[in-house]
């Protein structure tokens, strides 16, 4: 068995970028018949994400679903990110006089339903036929913003069409900085309404190396060329794309990548990846419009804290200045409450509305959505919320 290159490595969880499989059978990585599907009553029967997740698994092929549901190495992040909501205690007010909410609110000037948007998540046709057409039509249904992956398997313009729900574009860079600008052109040009540069590179999960997952050839080819490499196509051997594909990307992102956008676009920029005060303090002097503090659900580098645990300071830091988002570790209702208490301007889901595509395609999303909405509405009238900014710090302990 030959040893992947880091590029390889590093990029599996983006869907595919450098996602060369180890020499040997691959993994049964695609999707399975539609006809194997939760139907849309059985999934609105679900009273609960991890109730999502277990219609997904009995779905899904095996190397998929785990693509989706593992983490990196020991997982000590993927469950700290849970964990850590687990020990936030929630100590609601009595006698508050609240029986009704407006979950709605504004993020980066537009208004949203809901606080809870769905974040960039790689290969969504791999999960569903419809991939990441249907969780933009979810998005869409519920009045909240879809984050596109740059390697959802769809392109910048299909994903445009197929909701008029706002859109916002996850970002890797490729080296040839040509493509990299006709790309911003295309996403501004297709009413994308910000850019989310994802910074948190490196990957090294157990289940896919062991799986010997692999995108499917037709799949990679599809996604390299909607990105604009336009020589790519299917008459290349898989070991020539492969190839082009792991050395692709720019890997060695420095700051100056932030100015080199503001030059190309006036979309606004949203840095993802960040748990350092540190950094947020950079991004927030390098004029980021938003920062979402976010270990990549546990996918990437393993034992790195849990989101929620930085993210009052990362708040403090940015001051107003940039608004600042939670992703990672969202599996309840009350951990939206959670997080907005201490000081997101809204949460990003991935695994769970991944499991819901995997499920049963949009109606899956969409049922993610509505428990998460719905629990959060309980949650609010619970303590006493009216509406979204009524919630607070007052509201926790940390538990002992």
């Known amino acids: 068995m030959k040893r992947r290159t880091f590029g390889q490595v590093m990029f599996t969880a983006a869907g595919g970028i450098g996602a060369a499989a180890p020499d040997g059978e691959t993994a049964n990585a695609g999707v399975p018949g539609q006809e194997q599907g939760v139907e849309v009553g059985e999934i609105n029967e679900a009273v609960s994400i991890a109730d999502i997740r277990l219609m997904a698994k009995a779905r899904m092929l095996p190397a998929t679903f785990d693509y989706i549901d593992t983490g990196s190495c020991d997982q000590t992040t993927l469950v700290e990110n849970v964990l850590a909501f687990r020990r936030i205690q929630v100590l609601p007010p009595l006698l508050s006089g609240v029986g009704m909410t407006d979950m709605s609110t504004d993020v980066l000037g537009r208004k949203v339903q809901i606080p809870i948007l769905l974040a960039p998540v790689a290969g969504q046709r791999m999960f569903h ?190 001051d107003g200045h940039a608004e600042v988002y939670l992703d990672s570790g969202i599996r309840r209702g009350t951990d939206v409450l959670k997080a907005l208490a201490l000081g997101a301007k809204a949460v990003l889901v991935g695994r769970p509305y991944a499991w819901g595509l995997g499920a049963a395609g949009e109606a899956g999303v969409y049922r993610v959505l509505e428990l998460l909405r719905d629990e959060l509405q309980n949650a609010m009238i619970s303590c006493g919320c009216a509406k979204v900014d009524d919630i607070s710090a007052e509201l926790l302990r940390l538990s002992e």
């Not at 799949?219 to 082009?244: A, C, S, T, Y």
Request: hydrophobic share 40%; net charge neutral; glycine share 8%.
């Open 129 to 318: 036929p419809e991939g990441g057409l249907a969780a933009a039509r979810a998005a869409d249904r519920m009045g909240t913003i879809y984050g596109m992956s740059s390697s959802v398997h769809n392109s910048v313009e299909e994903i445009a069409e197929a909701s008029k729900g706002p859109k916002w574009f996850q970002l890797y860079v490729p080296k040839d900085r040509k493509v990299t600008a006709r790309l911003v052109e295309r996403v501004e040009e297709a009413g994308f309404k910000a850019i989310v540069l994802t910074v948190d590179l490196g990957e090294w999960k157990d289940s896919d190396r062991r799986n010997r997952f692999s995108v499917p050839k037709d799949f990679l080819v599809k996604h390299l060329r909607d990105i604009g490499f336009n020589h790519i196509n299917m008459d290349m051997p898989e070991q020539d794309v492969q190839k082009f594909n792991a050395e692709a990307w720019d890997l060695a992102l420095s700051w100056e990548i932030i100015g080199w956008l503001r030059k190309r676009t006036k979309l606004p920029i949203i840095l993802k990846g960040v748990l350092r005060e540190e950094d947020a303090h950079r991004a927030v002097i390098e004029g980021v419009d938003g920062i979402v503090v976010s270990n990549h659900g546990g996918r990437r580098l393993d034992g790195m804290p849990s989101s929620i645990a930085s993210l009052k300071s990362i708040v403090e830091v940015a």
